[in-house]
Nanobody, 128 residues
Framework: QVQLVESGGGSVQAGGSLRLSCGASGLTYSRYCMGWFRQAPGKEREGVAY????????GYADYVKGRFTISQDHAKNTVYLQMNSLKPEDTAMYYC?????????????????????WGQGTQVTVSS
């Protein structure tokens, strides 16, 4: 059974930083995409960043590019999202997600429909 568990959310002031973690278990293959998504109240879920576990290739949505960094620790089966220069509009529930086996990840990996497994989410609140 696949489980994804997020942690690291919280409340910060604008300009601050947070690091989210996503621990994965139960995945029986080594090549897949891990993504971070977010959903604010009344809005659709949107892609933030992805990483391909095979090569470490990453991609970002334009609205976080240059501020957020996704990374992985293979030994810990954990993916991180370092969020710097946070803005009030970054306030949302953040989810991590994993695909089935993949040979590569690309721009489509920012679409929620690409992902088969989801965590429960961790709340990020940025005050002005």
């Amino acid at each position: 059974q696949v489980q994804l568990v997020e942690s690291g959310g919280g409340s910060v002031q604008a300009g601050g930083s947070l690091r989210l973690s996503c621990g994965a278990s139960g995945l029986t293959y080594s090549r897949y995409c891990m993504g971070w998504f977010r959903q604010a109240p009344g809005k659709e879920r949107e892609g933030v960043a992805y990483i391909y576990t095979g090569s470490g290739n990453t991609g970002y949505a334009d609205y976080v590019k240059g501020r957020f960094t996704i990374s992985q620790d293979h030994a810990k089966n954990t993916v991180y999202l370092q969020m710097n220069s946070l803005k009030p509009e970054d306030t949302a529930m953040y989810y991590c997600a994993a695909t089935q086996f993949r040979w590569a990840c690309g721009s489509a990996s920012l679409r929620a429909t690409e992902y088969a497994f989801w965590g429960q989410g961790t709340q990020v609140t940025v005050s002005s």
